[in-house]
């Protein structure tokens, strides 16, 4: 009989208490936690969470991501982890290991200079097909470009960008979906850093904003070539005093989370290059990307994972009837509005009282004016989530970990504090089960399972510029074409425009004035949710 002294579990669900106390602060910046306090309430993400986790499994701790969503404060999380047995140490899957995933017929057939050679994962393959089948070059390519502050030394940067993809496999990878069984992505052992450098001798900086601007949009409508790496370019334009960067990617091999691990590792590594240092950078896990397609191969197995997104998926369209819409839309219209400091605030602080995150009240919101702006009391929308693998240092890794599942939320007229716990709970109930393929939900629907998506966006891995030693940054800007007809995109405290959100649609399926509807929905809800109505 295998049962515990109830002195010692409480001995043990004491010590643990204070050890995650501890953990569950340093992850949130700093802050007093008190043991009864919600993670999420105070602040935490799917990123910080993915900290909080590897740091206490790196103390012995059995903990995964699912018990920190049903267990959010700390008392109730040592009281649940004080009954789990010692964690075993995490190591990266061996060599063989790693080259099975690939069938025996198709190893032999991986050229020379490949590190790494992986099958692609399912978003991979339906992102690539849906640029090749749509001829839209500027489809999932982005472009994030910013204004260095500092002197720019052509040698050092150019060392610094060739580090850069030594550290991060994603800048050393191409794709083959014809040569194997399967589609295959292949990481080269090296890439020779796509930098092009353009000399002003004007100082005016608006000058160089238009110029790196000129350079985005030729860059832009240049075709991939999914078998070349590097699938990303870097172009500088340097001015006596300080020099424009612009880094344009595929969405392939990049996620947003990523750009910013990107360009803060990328400034860190020419920052310490400028004082004559070596740069003391944490590894990311080398195993990463092979222990996201381990995972999405489990799901993709999964009954259980395919009933559940069929269940919040199976609701009729918001916008547009069945068959309507399918492939890539040309999202190329816009509209956006500011949230105000005093709405975030009132809202962090509605938040807290919920026992929820930002990211849920948001979410709660755009529901509500979805409701509002389309007379349904029953809504799917898309929400983009994280996907990468629970490991120790998963938020240095660069990669595309992210997923767009359906979440469906109904009665929607209740208080935007209850859609919040709602939504909360139907993100949590979820999560287990998010990396599971967007294209299998399609396939078993028979249609896309939503029409609108939202993005909740907190990229606080630019914080780390602050302690960037002798760069500043500013100017900073992005670019980038989804393929969804109606994309929301919620940014918190972003580096130049603040928090902000904006509204990506195909102006050939609506027109701009029923869009700016929705978004002044939104903004009341938004308002509403703050306390400020």
């Not at 996620?255 to 310490?272: C, M, N």
């Not at 580096?495 to 050939?508: F, H, K, M, T």
Request: contains cysteine; charged residues 25%; hydrophobic residues 45%.
């Amino acid at each position: 009989m295998n049962e515990r002294n109830p002195h010692t579990m409480e001995q043990s669900a004491t010590d643990l208490t204070a050890v995650l106390t501890g953990i569950v602060g340093e992850q949130l910046g700093g802050q007093e936690v008190d043991p009864d306090d919600d993670f999420y309430a105070l602040g935490g993400d799917s990123l910080i969470a993915l900290r909080v986790v590897s740091a206490v499994q790196e103390r012995g701790i059995a903990m995964t991501l699912k018990d920190l969503l049903f267990h959010p404060t700390v008392r109730e999380l040592a009281a649940h982890l004080a009954t789990q047995a010692p964690a075993p140490a995490a190591a990266p899957a061996p060599a063989a290991e790693r080259d099975a995933l690939l069938d025996p017929s198709d190893r032999i057939l991986v050229p020379v200079g490949v590190a790494a050679a992986l099958p692609a994962s399912a978003l991979q393959v339906g992102i690539i097909y849906l640029c090749e089948t749509s001829g839209d070059p500027e489809l999932y390519h982005s472009i994030i470009g910013w204004e260095t502050v500092a002197a720019f030394d052509e040698r050092l940067f150019r060392e610094a960008l060739a580090e850069l993809c030594d550290r991060h496999a994603a800048l050393r990878t191409s794709f083959d979906l014809g040569t194997y069984s399967e589609s295959v992505q292949l990481q080269w052992e090296k890439v020779e850093p796509p930098l092009t450098v353009e000399r002003i001798g004007d100082d005016n900086p608006a000058k160089g904003h238009d110029n790196i601007r000129d350079w985005s949009r030729e860059g832009l409508t240049l075709p991939i070539d999914w078998s070349r790496a590097p699938l990303f370019r870097c172009h500088v334009v340097a001015q006596p005093d300080s020099f424009h960067v612009a880094i344009a990617s595929h969405h392939a091999i990049v996620d947003g989370w990523s750009y910013g691990r990107l360009i803060v590792d990328l400034l860190e590594l020419y920052a310490a290059r400028l004082r004559g240092e070596n740069a003391e950078l944490p590894r990311p896990p080398a195993t990463g990307e092979h222990d996201f397609i381990v995972a999405e191969r489990e799901l993709l197995a999964s009954g259980e994972a395919a009933d559940f997104w069929h269940g919040q998926a199976d609701s009729e369209p918001l916008l547009f009837s069945r068959g309507q819409f399918h492939g890539a839309a040309n999202a190329v219209a816009g509209v956006e509005f500011t949230v105000p400091g005093v709405v975030l605030d009132g809202m962090r602080a509605t938040a807290r009282d919920a026992g929820v995150s930002l990211k849920s009240l948001a979410l709660a919101a755009h529901a509500r004016a979805l409701s509002a702006w389309t007379g349904r009391d029953d809504v799917v929308s898309g929400v983009v989530v994280n996907t990468r693998p629970e490991r120790p240092g998963a938020d240095l890794m660069v990669g595309l970990y992210l997923n767009t599942v359906p979440l469906r939320l109904t009665d929607l007229g209740a208080p935007l504090p209850e859609l919040a716990r709602r939504a909360h709970a139907s993100e949590r109930d979820g999560a287990p089960y998010r990396a599971f393929p967007l294209a299998q939900i399609e396939s078993r629907l028979g249609r896309p399972p939503f029409d609108v998506t939202f993005n909740f966006m907190n990229f606080h891995v630019y914080e780390d510029l602050d302690g960037t030693q002798g760069l500043r940054t500013r100017d900073w800007w992005v670019k980038g074409k989804p393929s969804f007809p109606f994309r929301v995109d919620f940014e918190v405290d972003g580096a130049e425009a603040g928090s902000r959100v904006s509204v990506a649609y195909d102006p050939a399926l609506l027109d701009e004035a029923r869009v700016r509807e929705y978004a002044r929905h939104f903004e009341a809800a938004l308002t509403a949710a703050g306390g400020t109505a």
